[in-house]
């Protein structure tokens, strides 16, 4: 607990004026009345020397997640010298290929396991992403075929969701997600999932419509 300062010492031994013996002792009796309880430190969590080890929570934190490069092919509709505005090739993934085949599924982005006691689980899943738009590159500088595409994302825990993101529209994105659920003792398997909605008929087959890098998943336990 942080600590407070007191208008006067309590020595032993000294005569004091007891409205200043009174306002000395308010201040740690505030503290134990109204900082301590069962819900911020259980029951026989301090012993006579210091608080238990590990006693509030455990983090794992994992970083550097990134799209399988194999996965990841270039759009064709953007042409050489001038491939977009910005001059570079969209690379991503695109309807038609091994993982995300027409769309409408569930891709999996990272499954990672925790130990955990039993309390509450927070996740925290955090990306980089990419879609292209209809403003964002053009076919030999002039076509009606373009990409209007969305993405979403979704946790689960031991294969069951607990929680899906809205749909994401943004040309490009820091995608930030988080839940926080009762979880109990034991291992636990965290994944986090990716979506893009199913292909239409007039979709072009060479254009990347979603691609996401820089990911980090951060799992919190907190128990007592």
């Not at 053009?138 to 990409?147: E, F, L, T």
């Not at 995608?175 to 003792?185: E, L, Q």
Request: glycine share 8%; proline share 3%; with cysteine.
């Amino acid at each position: 607990m942080p600590y407070r300062f007191t208008k006067a010492d309590i020595i032993s031994g000294s005569i004091v004026q007891s409205r200043e013996f009174d306002n000395a002792l308010g201040n740690y009796v505030d503290v134990l009345n109204g900082s301590l309880d069962r819900d911020n430190i259980p029951y026989v969590g301090v012993t006579s020397a210091s608080c238990k080890s590990g006693l509030f929570q455990k983090v794992k934190i994992v970083s550097n997640l990134n799209a399988n490069d194999a996965s990841l092919l270039p759009d064709t509709n953007y042409v050489t010298p001038t491939p977009n505005r910005l001059g570079r090739l969209m690379y991503g993934f695109r309807y038609e290929d091994g993982s995300v085949g027409a769309g409408g599924g569930w891709q999996v982005a990272t499954t990672q396991t925790i130990d955990c006691e039993e309390g509450m689980l927070t996740i925290d899943w955090g990306c980089a992403e990419a879609k292209t738009q209809y403003w964002s590159y053009w076919k030999d500088h002039s076509s009606a075929v373009v990409a209007l595409k969305w993405g979403s994302w979704q946790i689960r825990i031991d294969g069951n969701s607990v929680y899906t993101g809205a749909a994401q529209f943004e040309i490009m994105q820091n995608s930030i997600h988080r839940c926080t659920i009762p979880i109990s003792k034991g291992t636990h398997s965290i994944s986090v999932h990716w979506y893009v909605p199913l292909q239409r008929d007039d979709d072009s087959q060479e254009q990347a419509i979603f691609v996401w890098w820089g990911g980090q998943l951060t799992m919190i336990n907190k128990y007592r």
